[in-house]
């Protein structure tokens, strides 16, 4: 039962620490000594040898006093407190780690290897089993490196993808590869894998407090915390900063923190992408598009802070596309936004930052906008809060008419929602319309897209978020920018005891009053400027987009060519609605909320095509990566 790794060469695996002991742990049986030092890798990954138990773990560890403290130790190094854990609690170990993280534990008293990741998934972790064969890397590739398995796509994930539909089970893109699920546990032991869960959003109590304010005062406190373990060990520090209350949030309390310690500690730079043209917001109902005004008004009141504008042009899409469809090994959900995030990174590495806050999680957790709390109210027979609930969304400029859909549209039929879209005059788009899937495709693999993303439609607003939340998986793309620039990416929004706590605040606490995201609002309200607390508008990135694709037209109707000549491409794609789109380019100006579909839908499609056809083209590895000195996976 050989546990095997793959060549020490390549940059994507877990540890090569084992191999510069020059000796091999006591704890690996001599038989597999060889492979299991053949797990290569990168500076980033800590290795613990004791006793029976040997440790891979990549990633940061934030609460390791507090473990030292549960597990009844003096203050001890985070991989020796995790083997203690291991000992403590079995398999639920990971259940009391908190932060970014994916391990490999052994243990050869038991015969048995466990892998896990956090709970949120910003670390990588993938594995293959045949037989009594087990491999585990951080990346896919480090599993092909052996030379005697080839990359193949997996289609179910492929139709997963495009209709952004969980997919728990931890598929890949690649035949045959898993990848442990954030929150998850896979145990190897004695040739049989069993896959367990040990973050459990759904069996979070409701918090009943007796003073609503609490609630503010709670997520201001755990948001606080989460920011400040992120930031503790580093002398400079990045963050996103849009316009929105997620980052602006996640900044203004990495500001404060930053300023508390003084001196040079105090290093923050906020990083905005702005458009590269000017766009009329009136063409954008409900948004604004240049977020910089409002990024500013929180710089404003933190004079600490270093502003520094990106533009959303940065380069070149395809450029982007390829380099990080080929480091984070699968396909960009919005390449749109892929160049400027790239660029913010790649600027954030020239200026000696080694980390970037982000607050990309906040939907579903900081500053969710209690958008079924009204129907979660009336399910529960809660008449009166309903009422209340109901004059507060008036007084803030719902009408009746939208109040009533809010409080019955989870309890429609799918037939019942659509007749009422056409009756506001609102158009109900089919799958295809707005993913690019070909619906035979889809059907071909036992599943209807269309009756999954109706059934979330059904969801309460806890279950819509956790949802939501599982159908994410960052671990490749962190994975990939951090790679690629040098620079970590990090989430205070998904920090697990930030998720628990919003999972925990009943739902009408976030529309209290009738205000969308009133929790957030609340919390913040003394440290965030009136021009992003009161804004009631969201935020649009990459609104100049088609301003961006058009200098690419040209290769995205070649691209659309070449995959008519991959069976794949053709089976799962709809492509005849992609070349549609592209023969209708629109006209300048540029930026209206309909060109957005030439991001959602087409860039999307495209982006899946083009990662088919380079991995059956055999291409997806090979293209050199700007590789940094930086700490890598």
Not at 212 to 230: H, I, M, N, W
Not at 247 to 262: F, K, N, P, Q, W
Not at 585 to 606: F, I, K
Request: proline fraction near 6%.
């Amino acid at each position: 039962m050989p546990i095997s790794g793959a060549s020490p060469k390549h940059p994507g695996f877990l540890s090569d620490a084992l191999r510069s002991q020059r000796r091999c742990p006591e704890a690996v049986p001599s038989r597999w000594q060889d492979e299991f030092i053949a797990l290569a890798g990168s500076d980033d990954v800590l290795t613990c040898i004791h006793n029976n138990l040997v440790l891979f773990f990549s990633g940061r560890l934030i609460n390791n006093p507090e473990l030292s403290e549960k597990l009844g130790e003096k203050q001890s190094h985070s991989p020796r407190n995790i083997l203690q854990a291991y000992q403590c609690w079995g398999d639920d170990f990971p259940r009391y780690l908190l932060g970014d993280f994916a391990l490999a534990l052994w243990d050869s008293q038991n015969h048995r290897l466990v892998l896990a990741r956090d709970a949120v998934g910003y670390r990588p972790l993938h594995y293959w089993v045949r037989g009594d064969k087990f491999r585990f890397a951080s990346e896919a590739r480090g599993l092909f490196a052996h030379g005697d398995l080839s990359p193949a796509a997996d289609e179910r994930k492929i139709g997963h993808w495009l209709t952004r539909i969980p997919e728990p089970s931890g598929a890949t893109f690649f035949q045959g590869i898993s990848s442990v699920p954030p929150g998850h546990t896979v145990v190897w032991e004695r040739g049989r894998v069993t896959l367990r869960d040990f973050w459990r959003p759904s069996n979070i109590p409701l918090l009943r407090l007796s003073d609503p304010r609490e609630y503010a005062e709670g997520l201001r406190s755990v948001l606080e915390q989460a920011v400040s373990d992120r930031v503790r060990p580093f002398a400079a520090v990045g963050s996103h900063l849009s316009g929105g209350l997620d980052s602006s949030s996640v900044t203004a309390v990495a500001a404060g923190i930053l300023r508390e310690r003084g001196g040079r500690l105090s290093a923050l730079s906020a990083f905005t992408a702005v458009p590269s043209v000017a766009i009329d917001d009136a063409n954008f109902p409900g948004r604004f598009c240049d977020e910089s005004s409002h990024a500013a008004a929180t710089v404003a009141l933190y004079p600490a802070i270093e502003h520094v504008l990106i533009p959303t042009t940065s380069g070149s899409v395809f450029e982007s596309l390829d380099r990080m469809s080929s480091a984070a090994e699968c396909p960009q959900l919005n390449p749109g936004n892929t160049c400027w995030i790239y660029a913010i990174c790649a600027e954030a590495a020239s200026r000696g930052i080694p980390v970037m806050l982000t607050g990309a999680g906040g939907n579903f957790t900081i500053s969710y906008d209690g958008r079924r709390a009204l129907s979660t109210l009336l399910s529960g027979g809660q008449m009166l809060a309903s009422i209340r609930l109901a004059r507060g969304l008036r007084r803030n400029g719902n009408t009746w008419p939208s109040i009533m859909q809010l409080a019955g549209r989870p309890h429609l039929s799918s037939r019942a929602r659509r007749a009422l879209d056409w009756l506001r005059g609102a158009r109900s788009l089919k799958v295809e319309d707005a993913t690019g899937v070909c619906p035979r495709f889809a059907a071909s693999l036992g599943f209807t897209p269309q009756q999954a993303l109706d059934s979330a439609e059904t969801l309460d607003g806890r279950s819509l978020r956790i949802w939501s939340i599982r159908r994410n998986d960052f671990g490749g793309h962190i994975s990939a920018l951090q790679r690629l620039t040098g620079v970590e990416q990090t989430d205070p929004t998904t920090d697990r005891r930030v998720m628990d706590f919003c999972l925990s605040v009943p739902e009408e606490h976030y529309r209290a009053n009738g205000r969308s995201r009133s929790l957030l609002r609340d919390a913040m309200s003394a440290r965030l400027p009136p021009k992003v607390l009161n804004e009631r508008r969201i935020g649009r990135q990459s609104a100049d987009l088609v301003f961006h694709l058009t200098r690419d037209r040209a290769e995205i109707a070649a691209e659309l060519q070449r995959l008519k000549k991959i069976d794949l491409a053709v089976r799962c794609l709809s492509l005849p609605l992609l070349e549609s789109l592209v023969e209708s380019w629109p006209a300048p100006p540029y930026g209206r909320a309909d060109h957005m579909r030439y991001g959602t839908l087409l860039m999307r499609a495209v982006s899946m095509g083009r990662f088919i056809r380079r991995l059956e083209e055999g291409t997806l590895f090979n293209d050199p990566l700007p590789l940094t000195t930086g700490s890598r996976l």
